[in-house]
């Protein structure tokens, strides 16, 4: 009894030791990531071809996915507003969910799901087939060369994939709700156009994505770099980053509303 | 352990005894928690980040399966180390990428990427990267395993030609015999952490050491153990009083 309690405040403690001491790791290693990445300004191609690869990565699964958001929008929205007389507010609302919410969130999570996971089995798999080693080897710094250019990469992907979410998302809810359900279509836009306000709505908008983008690209490539070199620790590695990006996510959008809210 | 200037010197012994962790120490990628590495009176593992980097500049090393980076050409891979610490322009650039892959017998295949090629290929594209920026030291781990004996035969040849063309001290981590015997000026024998014998191929061939002895005519039982340690056989079976 007294040694099953005993194994169990072992284990407690080793679990927790082991969270403390990766979450000091990882912190180390993004204050490296921003430390290594100002010779990044000198070889900007290196981020701009990681910006068109995950770009090219996660647009269509993106912009298909708004156009389907903005559908189920403009129904589920227009079936409110009917409530209180309010369906000329369709376009207002539309906008004002996508750009506030879910352009930032959805895309966050789907980027995570693509991009992420991608990035996380690429930089596992180099560590295996020991090409960071090599680069080390040949005195090239594997941060520099290869992590800091994808974060970057992915920091500057997030809210340009997340406007193209909101945009397609917004075409989305006026083809349900101006053509198929008849909403009028100088309502929908002037209602919009009157009602969105570009620092506060858009702003705060862009602000999540950015942050997203930081977390997402952040925790892929930490994922990959601290993965274990075998297929298994590949494989584990890229379920990580898809769990905690997720979660981390969702924790930081209610962090974010929370303190754009109170000002 | 030392490694004679301008020589060949072969590290060898049994999976897993340590052979690749030299390697290892001397390029700075295990610090040795006690000792010294030295490489030019430098203790390796006394230096940060920017003395590696500046001391790994002088040192070439070809990994076990060539560790070709998968998203560049096999140009490119060569390429690679001329690129990012040479102020080179790319005509030159160009021109020494086909001398080093002429020199592999491998100019043909630079457009090629890293998954068209064979291993043994890929190991010689490996070489020809190693050697791109002609370092003092080179460091070779496991150069021959997973080939096939025309593939073995080359790439033990191309140790020797590109270590006396260079002048380069080169360090080859193997099990190997044969081919390394062939090849090497000097041979430790590491086994239990330790250096279990040294010498010349001359020399090793005549030892009468049980651990050289067990190596070199491939004794599957010896001083290495064929049998895990742990419970015998008859504990194992439960048999009692009967002899082994």
Redesign the interface.
């Not at chain 2, 560790?67 to 998968?70: D, E, M, P, V």
């Given at each position: 009894m007294m040694h099953e309690l005993v194994n169990r405040i072992t284990r407690l403690g080793s679990f927790v030791r082991s969270n403390i001491t990766g979450i000091g790791y990882a912190t180390k290693m993004f204050i490296t990531v921003i430390g290594r990445s100002i010779g990044l300004l000198k070889r900007f191609r290196l981020v701009s071809d990681q910006v068109f690869f995950l770009g090219n990565y996660s647009f269509v699964i993106i912009a298909v996915s708004g156009l389907f958001v903005g559908f189920v929008l403009g129904l589920q929205g227009y079936y409110t507003l009917n409530r209180y007389g309010s369906e000329q507010a369709l376009g207002l609302l539309v906008a004002l969910s996508l750009t506030r919410e879910l352009g930032p969130v959805v895309t966050a999570l789907l980027f995570a799901g693509r991009a992420g996971t991608s990035l996380t089995a690429e930089i596992g798999l180099m560590k295996a087939g020991e090409q960071l080693s090599a680069m080390e080897m040949m005195a090239v710094d594997p941060v520099a060369r290869v992590i800091a250019p994808r974060f970057w990469a992915g920091v500057i992907a997030m809210p340009i994939l997340a406007a193209i979410f909101s945009a397609v998302g917004i075409v989305g809810g006026y083809l349900v709700g101006v053509p198929l359900i008849g909403v009028d279509s100088g309502a929908f836009w002037s209602q919009m156009q009157g009602g969105v306000d570009v620092l506060n709505d858009v702003g705060n908008g862009v602000i999540k994505s950015v942050v997203f983008g930081i977390a997402v690209t952040f925790i892929a490539l930490y994922q990959g770099y601290e993965s274990k070199p075998t297929p298994e620790g590949v494989s584990l590695a890229t379920t990580r980053t898809v769990v905690i990006s997720s979660l981390a996510i969702l924790a930081l959008d209610f962090l974010l509303t929370a303190v754009m809210f109170s000002t | 352990m030392s490694f004679a200037k301008g020589k060949l010197t072969a590290v060898m012994g049994g999976s897993g005894c340590g052979k690749t962790t030299v390697l290892r120490l001397l390029?700075g990628?295990v610090r040795a928690n006690s000792g010294k590495v030295l490489f030019e009176n430098e203790d390796i593992s006394l230096l940060n980040?920017e003395g590696?980097?500046?001391i790994?500049?002088k040192?070439?090393?070809l990994?076990?399966?060539g560790?070709?980076?998968?998203d560049m050409s096999v140009f490119e891979n060569v390429a690679?180390?001329l690129r990012?610490?040479t102020p080179l322009d790319e005509q030159t650039i160009t021109d020494l990428v086909m001398l080093k892959l002429n020199a592999v017998g491998l100019r043909n295949a630079r457009d090629l990427m890293p998954s068209q090629i064979s291993g043994g290929m890929a190991r010689r594209v490996?070489f020809a990267?190693a050697v791109a920026l002609d370092p003092p030291l080179i460091m070779y781990d496991e150069p021959f395993a997973g080939l096939d004996p025309i593939a073995l035969g080359v790439t033990a040849r191309l140790i020797k030609e590109m270590n006396n063309a260079l002048g380069a001290t080169s360090i080859l981590v193997t099990h190997d015999v044969p081919e390394t015997f062939a090849i090497a000026d000097y041979v430790y024998f590491i086994a239990n952490g330790k250096i279990a014998a040294e010498g010349t191929p001359t020399e090793l061939m005549k030892s009468k050491d049980l651990f050289v002895r067990q190596f070199i005519d491939a004794q599957p039982d010896g001083p290495v153990p064929f049998h895990y340690p742990g419970k015998t056989l008859q504990d194992d079976f439960g048999i009692t009083g009967a002899t082994s």
């Open positions: - | 390029g990628q980040n590696l980097i500046r790994r500049r040192m070439g090393m990994f076990q399966f560790a070709l980076f998968t690679f180390p990012e610490h490996a990267r």
